[in-house]
């Protein structure tokens, strides 16, 4: 049976061992990354810098509440605004597999940098069994390149040290409980964030819209969640399609965009079973994205593919 003590004490030791100077580690906020820098921290101390990249891609709220739960971590940390940076990086790509190996190249681009001016020469990273499985090793295929696996660089001018590297994700949350981190239930979300949830080409507006439709998605089943109407799912979101379709406005014609809905039940991510989500809560989810977004969205879907086939993210 995993021990979560144990874990923990041995891989503390082991980052205090290998880690010689300084160190960085990149953390979105997510339960994975969040771990990692903990552990980290309590191993090398002010010798970690934490550090957060708005990417432009990032949920309603979320670089803010991020701030928010490092002052109350206490970790030494920096957030770096990157937006236009990676924006400018994914103009005219389309590639799911190009979308999450530029993404992974403008990442480690932005730590090598904030690795100089701190002094680091080691890059510590969130990394689970499932981002090298399905990004595949030589021997299996690829699944889908995980930003922080199939994206890294080459020529990375920094030594890799990845504690959570073979926990799956049922795992890292009992780690997460035992150091008491407040991201302990938070549900799944793509390092790659909504780029890989705007299929065909990410700009701005695309990412504009994807955000407030899984604010929405995220708003409507936590709150039917808290009602008993329903248990939460493992992770929920909404995905722009790369297509328009013909919907109706008043007594007009409307031609908008299309947003389908994505809800699965998993325990460590490498299967999963798509949520049997109550008619009326997802009624109440349609009704808000089209209202709300009128003039970008007439259409809204619901996701009924279990993994595999589907993988849980579209892209």
């Known amino acids: 049976m995993f021990n979560a003590e144990r874990f923990v004490n041995e891989q503390i030791e082991e980052m205090r061992s290998k880690i010689k100077g300084k160190a960085i580690i990149a953390c979105s906020g997510g339960v ?3 771990v990692a820098a903990v552990l980290a921290s309590r191993a090398v101390g ?6 957060y990249v708005n990417n432009g891609f990032m949920r309603k709220g979320e670089t803010e509440a991020v701030g928010k739960m490092f002052d109350t971590l206490g970790v030494n940390y920096r957030l770096v605004d990157a937006s ?7 103009k005219g790509v389309t590639d799911p597999e190009r979308k999450r190996k530029i993404i992974g190249e403008r990442f480690i681009r932005v730590f090598e940098r904030t690795a100089k001016e701190f002094g ?6 969130g990394t689970i069994a499932p981002d090298w499985i399905e990004s595949g090793d030589g021997v299996r295929d690829v699944i889908k390149s995980h930003h922080n696996v199939g994206g ?12 959570l590297r073979d926990l799956y994700k049922d795992e890292v949350r009992v780690v997460a409980r035992y150091l008491n981190v407040q991201v302990a239930e ?3 979300f793509p390092g790659p964030a909504l780029a890989i949830r705007v299929l065909g080409e990410v700009t701005p507006e695309s990412v504009e819209i994807v955000r407030e439709a899984c604010a929405i998605v995220e ?10 109407k329903m248990t939460r799912p493992w992770q929920y979101f909404a995905v722009l399609l790369p297509c328009q379709s013909v919907g109706v406005q008043g007594d007009n014609r409307a031609y908008g965009r299309t947003i389908a809905v994505r809800s699965v039940e998993s325990i460590d991510g490498m299967s999963a079973a798509y949520s049997r989500i109550p008619h009326e809560v997802l009624e109440r ?12 969205v007439n259409r809204v879907v619901y996701d009924i593919t279990n993994k595999p086939p589907a993988t849980v993210e579209w892209e």
Not at 46 to 51: A, F, K, S
Not at 120 to 125: G, N, S
Request: glycine fraction near 2%; charged fraction near 35%.
């Open 285 to 296: 989810i349609s009704v808000r994205i089209t209202n709300e977004m009128k003039s970008d």
């Open 152 to 163: 890294l660089p080459k020529d990375m001018d920094m030594e890799l040290v990845e504690p």
């Open 46 to 51: 002010d010798r970690l810098l934490t550090v």
């Open 186 to 188: 938070r549900q799944p």
């Open 219 to 228: 708003e409507e089943i936590e709150r039917a969640s808290a009602a008993g």
């Open 84 to 90: 236009e940076e990676f924006f400018a990086a994914m």
């Open 120 to 125: 680091a020469k080691y890059l510590v990273q």
């Open 32 to 34: 994975d990354s969040t």
